[in-house]
């Protein structure tokens, strides 16, 4: 498991070292023995609160642009697809649309239930799949040049993947969370 911040693993070896002492056992036995879960866990805790308003954030707006996408698919081709605005029409705006929901209700779920380690997948996928389809567009097809239509996608994906690597280090499992609630009942 990595660390959430040098404070925290400061504070982590510290604990160790005072219980290592206390009890006469080697300071790397009372290391591994110490309580990293519950220090991580608080800050950890916070990451994934930030990262599961992130993510209703993100649902939020692929909602407006699930909407855009139905109401006028003039809106694909004047901001995203501008390198072939001809190749733009209304099944190919609402196929967006309706990838575009789907996107948003998985993150939305995820957000929900962000310990669920599948949904977690599934919606880092969804960031994966929006990056490579914006890159493969600007970079392979020249149908999307970089504008600012094209970089907030690519911003949102980049940032959002790297965020939920970060927060998958948060994820306790199941195993994991009822061994430390048995230890607090102890």
């Excluded at 998985?106 to 962000?114: G, L, N, Q, S």
Aim: charge should be positive.
């Amino acid at each position: 498991m990595l660390l959430c911040c040098s404070g925290c693993s400061l504070q982590w070896s510290r604990r160790a070292k005072r219980s290592a002492s206390a009890t006469g056992e080697r300071w790397s036995d009372a290391l591994v023995s110490s309580e990293l879960p519950l220090l991580v866990s608080g800050n950890m805790s916070r990451f994934l609160n930030v990262l599961r308003s992130w993510l209703v954030m993100v649902s939020v707006i692929a909602v407006g642009n699930t909407v855009q996408s139905f109401r006028d698919h003039s809106f694909l081709s004047e901001k995203l697809y501008t390198g072939t605005p001809d190749f733009v029409n209304g099944l190919q705006a609402r196929t967006f649309g309706i990838w575009t929901l789907l996107s948003s209700i998985i993150r939305c779920a995820c957000a929900m239930d962000i310990q669920n380690r599948t949904l977690y997948h599934i919606t880092m996928w969804t960031f994966v799949l929006a990056l490579c389809h914006f890159l493969s567009e600007a970079f392979i097809y020249k149908t999307a040049p970089l504008t600012i239509g094209v970089m907030a996608p690519l911003f949102v994906a980049g940032f959002s993947i790297v965020g939920m690597l970060i927060g998958f280090q948060c994820i306790t499992d199941p195993e994991e969370v009822s061994g430390a609630r048995q230890k607090k009942r102890n």
